[in-house]
Each structure stands twice: as structure tokens, then as C-alpha cells.
């Protein structure tokens, strides 16, 4: 099936009450046969629901859809964005071990590695996105997994997927890409030699701003990397959590499996299951969306990069970009709706996200409302004066989450804004 089918009907069953829309099954508990169904279903010789923490059948269709739409092997929803690039890390590191994560970051993700994980224990060791050879200096046998994003968040670098992949694969390292941005319509890591994605199902997952929600999304047959793979110890030995349970025994997506048996377990960011419908109705119109969110960002960037007040268009759909040839390697469909540009001083910067009207001063993307941030004193602000440095965050730069609206209205709107 093509992607637009798939966005709208992957992973639903009608029912006998032949449901057209899928149904948001608002429940904590589910009721067992008998208590001999109950244990069998704890001890996973049968698959079924069991409390709303571990699965629900609302968010059973949000998780296959997105799996069919990046072509996965199995998936996992989350309450937030953050709590699936949490688990995707808890899954595989404890203290002690190490991970290697581009410095070129959405900043809760730079916060979470170079703060709180070192807190417990893990060690974050960084790499310019743009030089992806860095990364062989940095790996040891404690380290376990490689973080990045396809399309980064403001910078809108490019990862060159390929470079990193060949590291990985050499150390047998599992890698995690963080394709928020660029949405499965433009991006299917996992096609790529991949073996995780994640996702903030917040920005174009809805498209509209109207929940906070994430995803882990294996490959298919992840079991032949962790498979007696002394990185993944615990995936090959027997999970006393679980009465001996050996994940890389079972037949079934190990990775998001004991995401959900173990972490969902014990720390519980599960999405609701109305937020799970939310996702649902986002991804039927995702493909659609993306397109006029794209074609829209491209004018936009084009636009800006003859304004002589603006230094520096970063948008990879630009031919005079320094990422141009890697987009057109990866995702030559579209650059997806995000770009940022660069204006002389940090005052300059806020008083232009002052003036615009249409664009709204917000700290979110990928809704269909236009959206104007100065991540210097936002979304970043957190960041020492180095990290913004290191994550190319000059303080004249200015993020743009290009919306629906016409797009003439939008270039007017910066025009006036710019002066
Ligand atoms: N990843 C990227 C690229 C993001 O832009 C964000 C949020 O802005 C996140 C992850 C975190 O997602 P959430 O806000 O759903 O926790």
C-alpha cells in the first residue's frame, strides 16, 4: 500500500460495530476471562490487554500506524517526545555506560543528556553533526547507542546518515534518530540502516498543537544486532523483573517490548488515549499536510535569503546550502516546514518576532499555525553560552515553523516585520 493509504487506515480492525472512525477507548483496566487468562497474559503466553499503563487499544492503533509509516518492526507509544528519547536511552545504558549524541539537538535533549542522565550515571559524549568521523574517537565498549536527529532542531543540519550508519555498524552500536522534523513522509531512517526512531508525536504528528506526545519505533529484526552482542547484556540475560524472561529469546520487536515491560512498568509515561486518537487523526492528513508545509518553507527561505537584512538562510532545500547535497541524497521530496535565519544582533532578533502578526511567538513546531521563536532565549535559553555555540545558536538566529496559511500572507507578514 501507498504511504497516503496507510496514513489512513494502518492498524485498524473494524469491530462487529463496524466503527468508520477509530474508537478512543477511555479506560484504565481491562476485564480477564478468569484468573487463569490473567496469569497467562502476565506471563506473556498470551498477548492481550492488561492495564492502560502497558497498552491500550487506542494507542495500539497509533503506534501500528506510525510503524507502518516508517516502516518498522514494531512500536511504542509515549506520554511526550522526551519520555521516548528517555526510554530509548534507559533501554540500553545504566551507570557506567556511555553514549555518543550530536551536539546539533533539540535543547530538552541536550538538558536530558548532558544533565540529568549524568546523574545517573550515563556519560554523554558529543559530536559535531556535520563531521560525523568525530564519532570513532568517542566509542569504547561501554557505549550504547548513537543519538541524533535527521533534520536538526534550529540549526537544520542534515545528518549524513550513511557516515554514521558505517561507525555503528563497525562497533555494532545501536543508533537512535530523532526524525521529528523531517516526519516519516520525508525520512524513513530506518531504511537507511537505522535502528530506532523517535519521535515528538507534539508538532506535525497532530499538525495542529493540540497534544504532548512521543514514539519509539524499532527495525525490523533489531534481534541480529543485540543477539549475543555484549553491548546489550541485559537483552540476553534473564530479567529477574520479569521471571527470568530472556528478550532476545522472543519472537516478537524486543527493543519496544521491554520498553513496555519494563519502563512503561516502572515509570509509566504512557500517552492517554484520547491523545492517542489526537495522533491518529494527525497521520491520516500527514502526507498532505507535509507537502504545503514544505513547497511553503522553500518560497519562505528563498524570500528571506535576498532580504538585506537577513546574514544567513538555514534551510536545506536552498541550493546555496551547505546541506543542499545531503538533502537531496536523503529526502528530496521535501525539507519539511522548519528553517531558521540569522539577523544581526540578539535585540534585532526579538524585535522582529515582535512585529510579525500571523506568525505567533510561540515554543512549538509543526502546527498548522505559523510560528516564530527566538531560541536563544527560549527553547535554548537553558544552554551555556558554549553548548548554544556547539549547537549552532548564534543570538541573532530566529526559528520558523512554517503553518498552512497562504503563503503570500506569510512573506508579507515578514516583510513588514523585517522593515
Ligand atoms: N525532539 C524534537 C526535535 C523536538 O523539537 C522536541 C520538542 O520541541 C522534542 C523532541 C521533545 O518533544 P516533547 O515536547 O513532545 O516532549
Redesign the pocket.
Known sequence: MQEQTLAIHAGYEKDAQGTMAVPIYQTTAYEFRDTNHAANLFELKELGNIYTRLMNPTTDVFEKRFNALEQGGGAVGTA??????FYAIANVAEAGDNIIVAQQ??G??TTLTGHTIKRFGIETRYFNVNEPSQIEALVDEKTKIILF?SIT?PSIDVADFEAIVAIAEKHNIITCV?N??ATPIYCKPLTLGCDIV??????YTTGQGLA???IVIERENLVEKIKGNPRYAHFNEPDESYHGLVYSDLPLPLFTLRIRLALLRDLGATPSPFNSWLYIQGLETLPLRMKQHSSSALKIAKYLENHPKVKKVNYPGLESNSNYALAQKYFPKGQSGLLSFEVETKEEAQAIADATDIFKVV???GDSKSIITHPAST?HQQLSAQELIDAGIPAGLIRLSVGLEDTEDLIKDLEKALG
Open positions: 511526550s517526545g522526551m519520555a521516548a528519547i539537538v533539540y530538552g535533549t536527529e532542531n530523532d521529528t522534523v523517535v519521535h515528538s508525536a507534539s508538532k504532548i506526545g512521543g515554543v512549538n513546531i527553547t
